[in-house]
T-cell receptor, first 113, second 116 residues
Framework: AQTVTQSQPEMSVQEAETVTLSCTYD???????LFWYKQPPSRQMILVIR??????QNATENRFSVNFQKAAKSFSLKISDSQLGDAAMYFC??????????FGKGTKLSVKP | GAGVSQSPSNKVTEKGKDVELRCDPI?????LYWYRQSLGQGLEFLIY????????KSGLPSDRFSAERTGGSVSTLTIQRTQQEDSAVYLC??????????????FGPGTRLTVL
């Protein structure tokens, strides 16, 4: 069975600085997708970035980028130039052959002004 | 266009009562998912519907939980004889294609269920 682990329950970053959120996963599948979702206090889950496992190039979306290490089964999220609006829960998720997503327990990110 | 909508936003009920939670997916999306998020936890998969195929019910925690999707659109999650441990946020998501694990899932705002 697939598992997703986020080892940092809480993280804090100064506004305009860079922060990296960690995620590791376990799977025996070779084709899969990885996702980072953001959940602000409004509860709405918002897709931040996605990575196809067959792609070696790391995905980027504006200030958000990932460091995908397939052999190590690691998928970290880097947020550059952090903004107050980035404060939220961040969930790493695995999407494989089973259809549904498998989520980690989340990292609560605080941004200090 | 309109996103995924869920109703009610909040629901308070007494232990032992039945509740129905509703999800309206994005128009044209063939896959629909229900997840449960307990306090301080990640999302736990409950059930998903994919086109006209039989739903994958492998995540339902007990036979008190059931869901249906009418006409390939709106879905209702029903919890019978609610227990206090059912208190959680119930999130619905939909995705466009028949390969839901590889396509983006768009989430609704959730229903916060409180069982007294």
């Amino acid at each position: 069975a697939q598992t997703v682990t986020q080892s940092q329950p809480e993280m804090s970053v100064q506004e305009a600085e860079t922060v990296t959120l960690s995620c590791t996963y376990d799977t025996s599948e070779s084709d899969y997708y990885l996702f980072w979702y953001k959940q602000p206090p409004s509860r709405q889950m918002i897709l931040v970035i996605r990575q196809e496992a067959y792609k070696q190039q790391n995905a980027t979306e504006n200030r958000f980028s990932v460091n995908f290490q397939k052999a190590a089964k690691s998928f970290s999220l880097k947020i550059s130039d952090s903004q107050l609006g980035d404060a939220a829960m961040y969930f790493c998720a695995f999407g494989g052959s089973q259809g549904n997503l498998i989520f980690g327990k989340g990292t609560k990110l605080s941004v200090k002004p | 266009g309109a996103g995924v909508s869920q109703s009610p936003s909040n629901k308070v009920t007494e232990k032992g009562k039945d509740v129905e939670l509703r999800c309206d997916p994005i128009s044209g999306h063939t896959a629909l998912y229900w997840y449960r998020q307990s306090l301080g936890q990640g999302l736990e998969f409950l059930i998903y519907f994919q086109g006209n195929s039989a739903p994958d019910k492998s995540g339902l925690p007990s036979d008190r939980f059931s869901a249906e999707r009418t006409g390939g659109s709106v879905s209702t999650l029903t919890i019978q004889r609610t227990q206090q441990e059912d208190s959680a946020v119930y999130l619905c998501a939909s995705s466009q294609t028949l390969t839901p694990s590889t396509d983006t899932q768009y989430f609704g705002p959730g229903t916060r269920l409180t069982v007294l």
